[in-house]
């Protein structure tokens, strides 16, 4: 028998687990764009590439599929991209990156944490 309930617990650890997959993609991704695109050392470059080998490994923390864990990502790095141009480089979001946002932030709580009936995730398997 499966259990359908909404466990508070475990959509919090999820979340932890999404926003640090996000400040690794993001952090990255970020590094290597100031070597490549700003000039910078190719240090921050190998310093990129390092945190997003991390970024690979935090999503086999996570207790659902694959398909379903860079669904949600999606949608949380699209929040968290917003906020990192806020706050790195000045760009205040606008009113469509709210709604967009918004929008995706939807898509994340239904992909991710709606029950789905008679399915029995790998973490929960004997």
Not at 66 to 74: E, K
Not at 99 to 117: E, F, H, L, Q, T
């Amino acid at each position: 028998m499966v259990n359908n309930k909404i466990s508070w617990n475990k959509i919090a650890v999820s979340l932890i687990f999404s926003l640090v997959a996000g400040l690794c993609e993001i952090s990255g991704g970020y590094l290597v764009w100031l070597w490549l695109r700003d000039g910078m050392s190719w240090m921050l470059g190998v310093l990129g590439g390092f945190v997003l080998f991390a970024y690979g490994i935090v999503p086999t923390f996570q207790p659902s599929h694959l398909h379903r864990i860079y669904a949600a990502y999606g949608g949380i790095f699209i929040v968290m991209a917003i906020l990192w141009g806020w706050g790195f480089q000045g760009i205040k979001p606008d009113t469509f990156d709210i709604i967009g946002a918004s929008n995706s932030v939807v898509g994340v709580m239904i992909i991710y944490y709606m029950p789905r009936k008679n399915e029995v995730l790998w973490s929960e398997r004997d």
